[in-house]
Each structure stands twice: as C-alpha cells, then as structure tokens.
C-alpha cells in the first residue's frame, strides 16, 4: 500500500479574500450587464486557438497529454498530421487516431477579477516553504481555472488582475504589446530631475538590459522632515523586480512598491487590502476592447 503524499504545510493562516460591497449600478446598466453575459460570440468571429489548448479546453486531456499525442503524430488537422503549435478555428476537422473529436471553442466573455494584494504574498499556486499564495486567497471558479496576470514579488501589495482567458493574459504580458505597469514607489532619498529626464529619455543598464520608464514624477513628500520621497512610475515591462532594481542603481532604496495600474485597469479607491472585485460584463467588453481583443465582444455582434 503506497503511502500518501506530503502534502505542504501552511504557516500562515489562509483566509479567503473579501468582495467589495458596492452599490447595485441602475436598472439599464444592470440589463445591458445581463444581456451580454448571456450572449455568444458567432464561431467565426472566434480567433484561431492553439491545437493542444484547445483539445484540454475541449475536455480531451490535460494539455500536457495532448502535446504528446500531437508530438507522437497521432493528431490530424483537415487530414494533415498537427504539430505544436499550430492554429485551429471552428471550420477545421481535428481527429485522434483518425477519430474525428468536437471541439468546444470559447464563446462568451472571460471572467475578471481585480485583488489588492498585500505584502507577504506570493504569486504562485503553491510554495515549498508554506507561504500563503494569492491563489489560497481566491475562491475557485467552476469549469475554469484562474489565471494571473503577470507577478508581483511578496514584498509589493497593490492591483494583481485574474481572468480565465490565456490570450488576455498573453495580451497584457507579452513585451511586443508595450502595456503600461503604474506604480507608486517610495524610496529614501531622492532622485533629481536629469535623473527622471534621463530614466525616460535614454534609459540605464541593467544586468539584464535596457531599462526604461514611459514617465515618472515626484508625488510628494511623508513630511517635511522626512528623507522618503514618493514617486509614480510607468513601465511597459513585465521583468523581474525591475523598479526596484532602476532605483537601485541611482543608489535609492525602496521601502514601498505599490502597483496602482496595469494598462486600463486601475485599482478601484474603494477596493482594500485584502479585497476582491469581480468585473461585471460591460466592465470585461471594455477592458477587452482596450486592450484591443474585439473577437471576444460579443457586443460587437448585435
């Protein structure tokens, strides 16, 4: 008889996070919500969807089995044999084993929802050394599997967006697409105007490349007496500890780091420590019309 698993123990209590209470929005907003949550999008408005995601989506397999079944050349696409990698829409035929499957593309809206994360937590779903992860703080969703967008280490609290959707979270992360990351960042000691002129003009070198700021300003200062000085900065990369390691190098170090924005979402005043928001639908269509992914609308389609 096998003896079961280990499993990591937590030493930190896990409390699930709160929602924010808010006011019911009126009637017609509350309508219009309804109405495109229950909408579909047409098939063929539905962007191309990698072969081995689609086939686990589908309820196929894990997608880890499914790349070995197109990697073992037992998948067909339209009677040719699939690779890694490739794209298929609805109008392609897929078999197995020359067995034809049904596929399930996704054609509704994506769920969303934004944390205020706190320090001491890690983006990840499990740690080896018991720390709570944001994901023990995140209720699960039904039939889907949450997601988050891009990281922030254990010591930087602020926005941390999850959907359900991969191409949302590649949309928001991939370096080509320049999304803007907003942070509130208080350092000891300041920095000086050519400084900040040439953070955004030129950039500085880092151990792993070029780094830049879109903009950054001073806020203000704690006091009048104090030494720490509080700066908003934006940059359009998702690399490790990257504003930490910019003020680094001006001999600056960091005693808060706050994400306020990433790309057009920005972090609800009301929305505390600790708290959750779930997007309602026309809050999701304008997030995916501004990062824009109109083939998941399906307002778009009326």
Do not use: C
């Amino acid at each position: 008889m096998s003896k079961p698993k280990n499993k990591v123990k937590h030493f930190f209590r896990k409390d699930q996070a709160k929602k924010m209470v808010l006011r019911k929005p009126n009637k017609n907003i509350q309508d219009k919500s309804a109405r495109l949550k229950e909408m579909r999008i047409p098939e063929d408005k539905i962007a191309p969807q990698r072969l081995q995601k689609i086939l686990a989506s589908s309820g196929l397999g894990a997608r880890r089995d499914m790349e070995n079944l197109i990697e073992s050349g037992k998948v067909q696409i339209n009677g040719k044999k699939a690779k890694l990698g490739d794209k298929v829409t609805s109008a392609d035929e897929v078999k197995i084993n020359n067995r034809a499957v049904k596929l399930i593309f996704p054609n509704r809206l994506p769920e969303i929802i934004l944390y205020h994360k706190q320090e001491g937590e890690i983006v990840s779903r499990e740690d080896p050394q018991g720390r709570i992860t944001v994901f023990d703080r995140i209720s699960p969703i039904k039939n889907h599997k949450w997601i988050a967008i891009g990281r922030l280490d254990i010591n930087t609290s602020g926005l941390l967006i999850f959907t359900t959707s991969g191409d949302l979270v590649n949309r928001f992360s991939h370096p080509r697409f320049a999304i803007d990351r907003e942070y509130a960042v208080r350092v000891n000691g300041q920095l000086t105007q050519a400084q900040m002129d040439e953070l955004v003009m030129e950039g500085i070198m880092l151990e792993d490349g070029l780094a830049k700021a879109a903009r950054i300003s001073e806020r203000h200062n704690d006091n009048e007496n104090s030494k720490n000085f509080w700066y908003n900065i934006v940059v359009q990369e998702g690399r490790n500890r990257e504003v930490r390691r910019i003020f680094k190098y001006y001999k600056l170090n960091v005693s808060r780091l706050i994400r306020t924005r990433f790309g057009p979402i920005a972090i609800p005043p009301r929305l505390k420590l600790g708290q959750y928001y779930k997007l309602n639908a026309l809050e999701t269509e304008y997030v995916l019309k501004e990062m824009g992914m109109l083939e998941y609308t399906p307002g778009r389609f009326k």
